[in-house]
């Protein structure tokens, strides 16, 4: 089963706005990581956010999480056409060597 | 670097044949790991090796499906007989360090198969 769910499951924005991703994840996590999925491509590694941190940043990509409430969230500012992707979130068991992924939460930017 | 190199890129095969899907990681990543992505089911983790040694084969179906990593720069995913359930996109994707869950993943640009 998914360790990670991603909300919403789709989303649809312009050009300049920002996109809100959320992950909700069930069991205590070590890490927790982000990637990026362009139509007809492999998986793009965006972020890795461990479980003592609280938010990370890169370039226009903002990523928080809260392990009291098994949460995440990705934050892209300003978005850009180019953002239009697949989104999905990682985890691993905290006693685990795997890592899953959610369903993704697919994003397009219109310009 | 040429990042990890999936072949073939495409794969139509009918019901019953032997599929063999490969993958070579990138120079010095010493674990490997092959998904699969379908619609209904998402992303799956199928098996990863650990410095050419198979660690978790937990994901794979069945045991039409298998996989060597006979070097450190090479690795198939064999399906024998196919059936048109294992049509997906597979993914091969390695990382530096054996410790996988604090690395970040390269993948592939993957392997298209449609089972007739």
């Known amino acids: 089963s998914q360790q990670g769910e991603e909300d919403p499951q789709a989303l649809s924005i312009q050009e300049g706005e920002n996109a809100t991703m959320n992950c909700s994840y069930k069991?205590?996590?070590?890490?927790l990581q982000w990637y990026r999925q362009n139509s007809g491509r492999g998986l793009v590694h965006l972020i890795l956010?461990?479980?003592?941190?609280r938010e990370k940043h890169s370039g226009r990509l903002r990523v928080t999480l809260d392990t009291s409430k098994k949460s995440s969230s990705l934050l892209i500012t300003a978005s850009r056409a180019a953002d239009t992707a697949s989104y999905f979130c990682?985890?691993?068991?905290?006693?685990?060597?795997?890592?899953?992924f959610g369903a993704g939460t697919i994003l397009r930017v219109k310009s | 670097d040429a990042g990890v190199i999936q072949s073939p890129r495409h794969e139509v095969t009918e019901m019953g044949q032997e599929v063999t899907l490969r993958c070579k990681p990138i120079?010095?990543?010493?674990?490997l790991f092959w998904y699969r992505q379908t619609m209904m089911r998402g992303l799956e983790l199928l098996i990863y090796?650990?410095?050419?040694?198979?660690?978790?084969d937990s994901g794979m179906p069945e045991d039409r499906f298998s996989a060597k990593m006979p070097n450190a720069s090479f690795s198939t995913l064999k399906i024998q007989p196919s059936e048109p359930r294992d049509s997906a996109v597979y993914f091969c994707?390695?990382?530096?360090?054996?410790?996988?869950?604090?690395?970040?993943?390269?993948f592939g640009s993957g392997t298209q198969l449609s089972v007739l």
């Open positions: 994707a390695s990382s530096l360090k054996v410790q996988a869950t604090n690395e970040k993943l390269f």
């Open positions: 069991t205590s996590i070590n890490n």
């Open positions: 956010i461990r479980s003592n941190e």
């Open positions: 990682a985890t691993d068991a905290k006693y685990g060597n795997k890592l899953v």
């Open positions: 120079s010095g990543h010493n674990s």
């Open positions: 090796f650990n410095n050419n040694v198979p660690i978790d």
